[in-house]
């Protein structure tokens, strides 16, 4: 099935490993002519051929603004940005310091905040563009396994979600996915044997999982949908 974005420019913030490179991978796919910032330049090797890779740090006002300027310059002005980069924190509320508290909460949300508002007034002014953030089912529930700095970070992003989708309309769409229990490379077997159980579909999900919801969201396909929070756990939280 063709989803309308063959050509377009994909900025993935994160997108080296995990599910950030499922990403990049399914909207290379997709025909995307995608770029991929991160902070490490040596997973980057994983990237798929053809990706343009530019190292950056979306906790720095300034980092962010010159990365956009340069995926422009060599990939073209952006279409589509998936704010994908992001850290876990799983500090008890009472071991939590305000150092992890900002650190977590300006790596999470205001690093998509700092993006979408350089990226929103181009898309714009050319008449279409796609956000998709990267929230989580402990936005939702207050996480079960992750610190309060997360669980809010991923709140503060779904209500960020729907201010981007109230500026950008109509030209442009914000949606967040909100995955949880993915399994990665740092899944740890206790964990997949304790929660898959609890989930209807009896399984943890997959970063190809998380990839198809975003692509879905970038595509023309979902042209009328705006300012949603698309769950994508198993049937674990339904609400």
Not at 1 to 30: S, W
Not at 124 to 134: F, H, L, T
């Amino acid at each position: 099935m063709d989803l309308g974005i063959g050509n377009r420019v994909a900025l993935v913030t994160g997108g080296v490993r995990g599910i950030g490179l499922a990403i990049v991978q399914r909207l290379v796919g997709e025909g995307c002519r995608v770029a991929v910032c991160d902070i490490d330049a040596e997973a980057a090797r994983a990237l798929p051929e053809g990706v343009f890779f530019t190292p950056c740090d979306v906790g720095d006002e300034d980092q962010c603004e010159d990365m956009i300027t340069c995926v422009a310059e060599q990939v073209g002005p952006v279409d589509i940005l998936v704010n994908n980069a992001g850290v876990q924190s799983v500090v008890s509320l009472d071991e939590a310091t305000l150092e992890d508290w900002e650190r977590v909460m300006r790596i999470n949300v205001t690093a998509a905040f700092m993006l979408s508002k350089i990226v929103v007034p181009g898309m714009k002014e050319r008449g279409w563009g796609r956000i998709v953030n990267i929230a989580s089912m402990a936005g939702k529930v207050g996480g079960l396994t992750v610190s309060a700095s997360y669980s809010t970070s991923k709140a503060g992003m779904m209500g960020l979600t729907k201010s981007i989708a109230r500026a950008g309309a109509p030209e442009v769409t914000s949606n967040a996915v909100a995955p949880a229990f993915i399994r990665t490379a740092m899944t740890e077997p206790e964990t997949e044997a304790e929660f898959a159980p609890q989930i209807p579909l009896r399984r943890l999900g997959t970063p190809e999982d998380v990839a198809a919801g975003v692509a879905f969201l970038a595509s023309d396909l979902a042209g009328f949908v705006t300012g949603e929070v698309f769950d994508i756990n198993g049937g674990l939280l339904m609400d």
